[in-house]
Every structure is written in C-alpha cells, then in structure tokens.
C-alpha cells in the first residue's frame, strides 16, 4: 500500500558533523512535504517544509532536499548539535484536498559527544 | 501566548472504563486532529474535523469518539470498545483548507494514557 517511509530507524551521528535523515515516499500525487522534530515525552515541532514545485529549501541549520523523480525527501542538519537528539518524522499531503498528513515511522537521531 | 494545550499529561484507567483527553487551541484554527502514536511508531490519524460540528474518521477511528462543538475545542472519548487503548495521544490543529500554502499542524504536549 501507499506509506512514507525512512530508510534508517537510527541514526547516530558525532557533534559538530552534519546530519542526513532520509524519507522514502510512495504517492506522486503528494504536493506538499514537512519535517517534525519530536523530543521524547513531547508533541512534534514544526522544522521546515516545502511544496512539491521546489526541489531545496533552507532553513536556520537545515536544509530539505525533493527528489521527485525517486520520490525521495531528504533533511540535512548542519554542525549537528546535543539538542538535535529527537526522533524525526516526515509528513506529507498526499493532494486529495483537505489538511491531512501522513506520516513516517520515524528516525531516532542520537548525537553523540 | 497562543498555543494548543493537553490535559491531563498523565492519565490512568481502568479497563472498561470510558476516558475523555481534552484538547483546547486559542490559535483560531479550524482545523483539529486528533493522533494515537505507539512507542517506536509514527502518528496515526484517530479523527479530525475541519469546522465546528462537523469531524471525520481517521484510519484508526474504531473504539474512539469526538465532538466539536466549539471552535477552540475538540475532546477524545476512549470507549471501552478499543481494544488497546494505553497509548500516547496527540492533538494538533491547523488554519483552513485554501488558507495558505502551508499544511502545517501545531501540536500540543500529549497525554499518555495507560489502561489496565
């Protein structure tokens, strides 16, 4: 059936390097796509978004990459820092009208020191 | 400070019983959504209404009941028909459908509801 996907259930990464989440997805007709930030025990943060006509959008430290072609979404995360330790979703809308979004099963980014 | 608030954090119950989470928005969203997430699992869509006095099922709606009767307002019922109920439950509204470019939900802390 049609899912978003993440290809890395972890990812552990060192302090100061950059950090690449990746997010697999099944629907073409999805026209928009976001990126949550969940801390554990807390509701999901907004990180950044982007709409099916862009390809790259940037952000404070982030960065999210559309591959439409291989339906492929990425986040980048700069000079990955102790705080960026949080399990990341990505979402999207899957274009039949309405505000639902779908989402990923996560990935569990651990910044280690 | 506007924002979506969840109460109570913590919740216990026992089995059989009917438990109600509140969700309040002073965002003035017309939009609310209401999300079960298991350990180690994503948000699953329970039910979500676009205007007051009107919602929809989401994917996993069976054992669940809403209501909207305000627009700032949207509480769960856990039924004792759902047959696993401890879970950890998100609330999160959006603006309009056509209001902008942004499908973005705003969340609120959650509650964690343990039954057994």
């Not at chain 1, 940037?58 to 990459?65: D, F, I, K, M, N």
């Not at chain 1, 779908?102 to 280690?112: A, I, M, P, R």
């Not at chain 2, 119950?13 to 079960?36: F, P």
């Not at chain 2, 028909?81 to 942004?102: E, M, V, W």
Request: charged fraction near 20%; proline fraction near 3%.
């Amino acid at each position: 059936g049609e899912s978003v996907g993440l290809h890395l259930p972890t990812l552990s990464v060192q302090e100061g390097d950059n950090s690449i989440i990746n997010c697999a997805y099944s629907n073409s007709a999805s026209d928009y796509f976001i990126w949550y930030k969940q801390e554990s025990g807390k509701g999901p943060q907004f990180i950044i978004d982007i709409r099916s006509n862009m390809d790259k959008r940037q952000g404070q430290r982030v960065t999210v990459l559309l591959n439409k072609t291989v339906k492929h979404l990425s986040l980048q995360i700069a000079a990955t820092q102790p705080g960026d330790s949080a399990v990341y979703f990505c979402a999207e809308n899957r274009g039949r009208g309405g505000n639902k979004l779908t989402f990923g099963t996560g990935t569990q980014l651990k910044v280690e020191l | 400070d506007g924002g979506i608030t969840q109460s109570p954090k913590y919740l216990f119950r026992k089995e059989g019983q009917n438990v109600t989470l509140s969700c309040e928005q002073n965002l003035n969203h017309d939009a609310m959504y209401w999300y079960r997430q298991d350990p180690g699992q994503g948000l699953r869509l329970i039910y979500y209404s676009q205007i007051v006095n009107d919602f929809q099922k989401g994917d996993i709606a069976e054992g669940y009941s809403v209501s909207r009767e305000k627009k700032e307002s949207f509480p769960l019922t856990v039924t004792s028909a759902q047959k696993n109920p401890t879970a950890f439950y998100l609330c999160a509204s959006s603006i309009r459908q056509g209001a902008s470019d942004s499908y973005e939900q705003y969340f609120g802390p959650g509650t964690r509801l343990t039954v057994t």
